[in-house]
């Protein structure tokens, strides 16, 4: 993978920023204005992980004990980012989940223990992938895109020169420079991602000494061009998406009481030694590396709460604070009576010296159950610009914890990820990695399919899996028909309930872009059923034009039919996915007119008798080995035939789901299919082949019967 001269110009003028020293490299409270004493840092910390790490690799240390020495060790030397939720939260998920600790560490120690070669590295991320989800006790929330990150720390901490740390920032830089496009394997994707390293380091040669780390150096300019680009944004004064029940400089602190949101997914992480402490000594410490913007200060009446996200804008807890110090170059523990046992040599020195910029003197940890959604709160400014900043891990969140009158909305965000959605659908995972793909870059997808495929169900547990939670307040779901129209979807005036007159009201749609478009960071996704139902250019308008991935957008912004002058035209944001589903069998249905085709990638879903699901579920039920083979074998018989039909085809196959049965059915016999093809199946192949005898219809559901 050679670099092209444009790439090579701009990784010249990566290392011109980086040495000419406009940028200081920082990173979690620590800064360095001198890259070569960041790595003397490194090397010096590495001496006391490498006997621990050697440790558990050689089976002298469990698995368990060698998480809490990972733990302290990330947290004392934040000189690698590994305390963050792809690091050491990680590695904390895999210890809590892990079904047999010794099972586990066995294959840990496998993945972790030093690669000879880049194939030996990309197997063992290989082997990771696929066997990891299989020792833990649950998959959700075990996000294996951080595997790569992971093992590559332990790799360089034990030979610094081997390969790269696989950081995401590093990754996505690269990306948003046109270095680097991330492919789907993982395994694949780290080799790549060393590969560009290399091939910057041999751009950067002559500027990296003997002494230097290659990949570090790397690391270091890429972080450079990262913090200026931060501060660039920071400094930018552009449009701020309109968060909901957002305050306005004249409404700020009338009765309200100002709050934090601080990010700590794993609050829970020895919450009972938390806990006994706080109710042993009447108070808790609880520190962070960034301070408090010193205007919102005079703001924060004592006592006030801290709110804990504990991820995707899930409020899960909340920390009573009765004093504090915080300060711009960080501050010495100012009550060091509080120091506990679980702070001491994690995060910070027994003198309690550490610079942390922020202290909270904390009188109560209260879990919120359910968790609340942060989004649902009014951010408050100046100090909190945007919905999209409320929940930046590098910064506290200010927000006012409740709108007037009405408390914050609770949510649904357990995570559910790919292989979730993979465990619940007869779906092949590439096929569904692919769905995912499309939405992903198209905006637009249709899956079409003959009736009983599954395709409604589908499209919820897609929609989920491409949001990554079970967040149903990110998914609307309609259906189309012949009288669904522009004012149901779009806008139109309807009777006012004030009036005796009409009114101008938003349609389903709009309502769901305009929240979607105050939490700019976070996917939504409307679901169509039904999709060519209905009159499709009548219902969507001038949504023809904006659904499309690259008319999204203020600057494609529009006014909409039937506005008036005071109503701001409008805008499909770049975070609404469309997900349609489409019956290719119903013949009473006009196809879809070129212009949608062209708007929209389709997918053709077929009926699932093959998965290994589909056994299963009717196995769980009660049936018998040899009626799933009896179905299985009658059903493809008869997709056969109407495949091969001139008249028909695939579009027209009997789908699994005629054979998934309720939760009502107590027994799965022969009785029970017989029913199943009579009144179900019997029917559909009636409508099909209308024009041939009927002695020959009922020979084929003869046949099916058997």
Not at 191 to 214: C, G, Q, R, T
Not at 483 to 491: I, R, T
């Amino acid at each position: 993978m050679n670099l092209t001269e444009a790439q090579r110009g701009k990784a010249q003028e990566l290392l011109e920023l980086f040495e000419s020293g406009e940028v200081v490299l920082e990173y979690q409270g620590k800064t360095y204005k001198d890259y070569k004493k960041w790595d003397q840092a490194r090397i010096s910390a590495l001496k006391e992980l490498r006997p621990q790490l050697q440790k558990f690799l050689n089976g002298s240390m469990g698995l368990q004990d060698f998480k809490e020495v990972s733990n302290k060790f990330a947290f004392a030397h934040k000189l690698w980012g590994f305390s963050s939720y792809s690091g050491q939260m990680f590695f904390n998920g895999i210890a809590k989940l892990s079904s047999n600790d010794e099972k586990t560490a066995s294959s840990l120690r496998k993945w972790m223990s030093l690669p000879k070669s880049r194939p030996e590295a990309a197997a063992k991320i290989r082997d990771a992938v696929a066997e990891l989800p299989g020792l833990m006790t649950s998959s959700r929330g075990l996000r294996l895109g951080s595997l790569p990150y992971f093992l590559s720390y332990f790799w360089q901490a034990q030979d610094p020169d081997f390969a790269p740390m696989y950081y995401h920032s590093a990754r996505q830089t690269l990306e948003s420079l046109g270095f680097f496009r991330t492919p789907k394997d993982l395994d694949q994707a780290f080799l790549d991602f060393w590969e560009i390293h290399d091939e910057l380091a041999n751009v950067y040669s002559k500027s990296i000494s003997k002494d230097d780390n290659k990949h570090w150096f790397v690391e270091h300019v890429l972080w450079a061009y990262r913090q200026s680009r931060v501060a660039a944004v920071e400094d930018e004064d552009e449009e701020e998406p309109v968060p909901l029940l957002s305050l306005t400089a004249e409404d700020d602190l009338i009765g309200e009481e100002l709050a934090l949101i601080g990010t700590w997914k794993d609050i829970e992480d020895g919450l009972e030694e938390k806990q006994e402490f706080l109710a042993k000594n009447k108070f808790w410490l609880s520190v962070w590396s960034f301070r408090i913007k010193d205007d919102a200060l005079p703001h924060l009446k004592k006592p006030f709460w801290v709110y804990i996200n504990v991820g995707r804008g899930r409020l899960g807890y909340r920390l009573k604070v009765v004093d504090l110090v915080t300060g711009l170059q960080g501050v010495k523990c100012p009550w060091p009576e509080l120091l506990a046992d679980g702070h001491k040599g994690r995060s910070h020195t027994e003198d309690g010296s550490f610079k942390f910029r922020t202290w909270f003197k904390v009188s109560l940890i209260e879990k919120i159950d359910p968790p609340v959604n942060a989004f649902t709160a009014r951010i408050a400014k100046p100090w909190t610009k945007s919905q999209a900043s409320l929940l930046n891990q590098s910064s506290f969140g200010y927000f006012y914890p409740h709108a007037p009158g009405a408390p914050m909305e609770v949510t649904e965000g357990a995570p559910y990820s790919l292989e979730d959605a993979a465990q619940d659908l007869f779906l092949p995972r590439e096929t569904l990695a692919e769905i995912l793909d499309l939405l992903s870059n198209n905006k637009n997808v249709i899956l079409q399919g003959p009736p009983g495929v599954g395709k409604s169900y589908m499209a919820q547990k897609i929609a989920r899996a491409f949001i990554g939670a079970d967040d149903a307040s990110r998914i609307a779901y309609v259906q189309f028909h012949q009288s669904y129209g522009y004012e149901d979807f779009v806008q139109g005036y309807r009777p006012a309930k004030e009036t005796d007159g009409f009114s101008l009201t938003a349609g389903t749609f709009i309502r769901f872009c305009d929240e979607a478009r105050a939490r700019p960071d976070s996917r939504f996704v409307f679901i169509i059923d039904e999709i060519n139902r209905g009159n499709l250019s009548r219902i969507l308008g001038e949504l023809m034009l904006l659904i499309e991935a690259d008319k999204r957008g203020p600057k494609w912004k529009l006014t909409l039919a039937q506005s008036d002058e005071k109503q701001p035209s409008f805008f499909v944001p770049g975070n609404v996915h469309i997900l349609g589903m489409m019956n290719t069998a119903d013949r009473s249905l006009a196809m879809v007119d070129y212009a949608l085709r062209r708007r929209f990638a389709f997918v053709e879903i077929g009926p699932g008798f093959e998965d290994i699901k589909f056994e299963k579920l009717l196995l769980d039920r009660g049936a018998t080995r040899a009626l799933v083979a009896k179905i299985r074998a009658a059903v493809e018989a008869l997709n056969k035939r109407i495949s091969d039909d001139p008249g028909l085809g695939a579009g027209f196959c009997v789908g699994h789901s005629y054979f998934c049965p309720s939760d009502s059915v107590e027994k799965l016999d022969d009785r029970w299919y017989a029913r199943v093809v009579e009144r179900q199946v019997a029917p559909l192949i009636r409508e099909y082949w209308f024009d041939k005898p009927k002695t020959e219809i009922d020979d084929i559901v003869k046949k099916l019967s058997r």
